[in-house]
T-cell receptor, first 114, second 112 residues
Framework: NAGVTQTPKFQVLKTGQSMTLQCAQDMNHNSMYWYRQDPGMGLRLIYY???????DKGEVPNGYNVSRLNKREFSLRLESAAPSQTSVYFC?????????????FGPGTRLTVT | DAKTTQPPSMDCAEGRAANLPCNHSTISGNEYVYWYRQIHSQGPQYIIHGLKNNETNEMASLIITEDRKSSTLILPHATLRDTAVYYC?????????????FGKGTKLTVNP
């Protein structure tokens, strides 16, 4: 199993450009998440999807949109990139088994907006 | 709302035990405590979880106080590769979904 995969690994954008970050998981998990992590900071939740066809805002959703294309894939779109969106973006998926929540992370996408 | 409190940083000598504390005073009776770590901007990695009893696996031990308001992650023989940010997390139920909310964690530096 590949687990959680993300593309691209690195990206440089100019202010105002748009792009989509891709995420896929092969563990048949219902829930998927997008986080951002700024230097020296913890992870902040951007959007999450509890199941296929549903998405909800997290802590910092402004400037982003998401699509839960199917159970495997959850994409994050920046419509008009801003320097404040320079960050490392992590995708995650989770499995709820009884009272336990197992969360698995991708390797991250390092985005720089100039 | 991370629901947990951790010191921002700690140091440990290589080969010694690293004890990382966490306060979770508002934890509910059936909520697990999870520990993850993040090595140098990689994706966070699961370490261990616990409910009431102390737990041990190949990576670490978790000691939970009897009142469940705090816990300590123990790395028994820290190595340089254990230098990472360690997150103590309690599950949050929000908007119809279960989530793990990550705070800033504790940056552990293992020194030679």
């Amino acid at each position: 199993n590949a687990g959680v995969t993300q593309t691209p690994k690195f990206q440089v954008l100019k202010t105002g450009q748009s792009m989509t970050l891709q995420c896929a998981q092969d563990m048949n998990h219902n829930s998927m998440y997008w986080y951002r992590q700024d230097p020296g900071m913890g992870l902040r939740l951007i959007y999450y999807s509890a199941s296929e066809g549903t998405t909800d805002k997290g802590e910092v959703p402004n400037g982003y949109n998401v699509s839960r294309l199917n159970k495997r894939e959850f994409s994050l779109r920046l419509e008009s990139a801003a320097p404040s969106q320079t960050s490392v973006y992590f995708c995650a998926s989770s499995l709820l088994a009884g009272e336990l929540l197992w969360q698995y992370f991708g390797p991250g996408t390092r985005l720089t907006v100039t | 709302d991370a629901k947990t409190t951790q010191p921002p940083s700690m140091d440990c000598a290589e080969g010694r035990a690293a004890n990382l504390p966490c306060n979770h005073s508002t934890i509910s009776g059936n909520e697990y405590v999870y520990w993850y770590r993040q090595i140098h901007s990689q994706g966070p990695q699961y370490i261990i979880h616990g409910l009431k009893n102390n737990e041990t696996n190949e990576m670490a031990s978790l000691i939970i106080t009897e009142d469940r308001k705090s816990s300590t992650l123990i790395l028994p023989h820290a190595t340089l590769r254990d230098t990472a940010v360690y997150y103590c997390i309690v599950r949050v139920f929000q908007g119809g979904s279960e989530k793990l909310v990550f705070g800033k964690g504790t940056k552990l530096t293992v020194n030679p």
